[in-house]
């Protein structure tokens, strides 16, 4: 060992050593930026730092012209890589994007606001939806009820159930086409009448109207529990609602704010198309299976029947894992029964480590 290092030393000093020193410039504009804001976290100071400040250090009084090493190195680099706008970048309006597609259409309110709680002729709505939406509420409020006559997309057309045995009360809502908003055309003031029976739940109290009014609890807390719906039903509009109106609302609620099962579904390949694009390595498997109608079956339609996928990371790390694995899976409990499995490792230090994951009908051996 000692005569092969002092073989290493004679030889070492034998090689030649060539001495390189680098000069640093630093450019006019480089003197203007304070040592300071790089080490600030600050959104605008930040983008600061890479505006580019005029010979007096004043950004309103600059010319706006970059050094001519600076613009010698931009061309360059222009050159090297050119960009060429997307044809429909080249008619694209900014101004256009922020400007209301329907201004006159603008002015109207959501859901009217009155001082004593009525309808008033002349009054606008932004929508058919507001307009349905405010009679329900009025009704609910009141504790009477009505009946639709005409429900078209230009007209809204309603009358008190007791119509004709003693209350007058009926309203016509349209459309006006020059003002985008619809109008309250016809009305005849308040109630006169009474509900006949009482009763503890209400005919337009639906769970449309009970998921717009729970939405944002649900939002906050998608575990939120029936009973706790039906108790804010009761605190907001006074009436006990069933609780399957009340469970029904929920998953209303729940569609509305983070998207339907089936939609979920839908999206399914897309969002494994994009895992793959973005990570190519990963592996996909998809199985379907035809789909059908009672005992028919449905042409060009199939639907998914198990999927599986595992990410390269994962896949790589098994050959580092004991020559073990489990499969473990959870049951799927949505509208869409099935079960989630899991191939799980275990490495040298007795880590969990997944594998693979797959969405199958259950735990069964084809599976």
């Given amino acids: 060992m000692q005569e092969m290092f002092s073989m290493y030393i004679k030889n070492r000093s034998q090689i030649s050593f060539i001495e390189l020193y680098v000069e640093f410039e630093q450019s006019e504009a480089d003197r203007n930026i304070l040592q300071e804001d790089y080490n600030s976290d600050s959104e605008e100071e930040f983008e600061s730092n890479y505006e580019f400040v005029g010979p007096y250090g004043d950004e309103d009084q600059g010319d706006g012209t970059m050094a001519p090493d600076v613009t010698e190195v931009a061309n360059a680099l222009a050159n090297e890589v050119p960009f060429e706008e997307p044809s429909f970048m080249r008619v694209l309006d900014l101004e256009a994007m922020h400007v209301p597609e329907y201004p006159e259409y603008m002015t109207a309110a959501e859901v009217p606001i009155v ?11 932004s929508s058919r939806e507001a307009v349905i939406k405010a009679v329900k509420e009025y009704t609910i409020r009141r504790s009477v009820d009505y009946r639709v006559y005409e429900s078209e997309p230009l007209t809204f057309y309603a ?29 005849n003031g308040s109630h006169t009448c009474t509900r006949a ?18 939405k944002p609890l649900v939002e906050a807390d998608p575990s939120l529990k029936v009973k706790s719906v039906i108790a804010e039903v009761q605190s907001k509009f006074n009436y006990t609602v069933s609780y399957q109106k009340a469970w029904l609302a929920k998953q209303r609620a729940v569609e509305k704010i983070f998207g339907g099962w089936k939609a979920s579904y839908e999206a399914l390949p897309i969002w494994f198309e994009a895992m793959c694009h973005k990570e190519p390595s990963a592996v996909v498997h998809f199985e379907t299976m035809p789909a059908y109608q009672g005992d028919n079956l449905v042409g060009d339609i199939r639907v998914l029947h198990r999927v599986f996928w595992s990410y390269y990371p994962c896949i790589r790390a098994f050959r580092h894992c004991k020559p073990i694995v489990q499969v473990d899976g959870t049951h799927l409990y949505g509208k869409y029964k099935g079960c989630l499995l899991v191939a799980v490792s275990q490495d040298g230090n007795n880590n969990i480590v997944p594998i693979a994951f797959a969405i199958v009908e259950g735990e069964t051996s084809d599976a």
């Fill in 159 to 187: 009358k008190c159930t007791q119509y004709g045995s003693g209350c007058d009360w009926v309203i016509r809502v349209s459309l006006i086409s020059r003002k985008y908003c619809w109008v309250i055309r016809r009305y």
């Fill in 115 to 125: 001082a004593n709680g009525e309808f008033a002729i002349g009054m606008e709505f």
């Fill in 197 to 214: 029976t009482i009763s503890q739940d209400h005919s337009k109290l639906d769970s449309i109207t009970i998921a717009e009014a729970i």
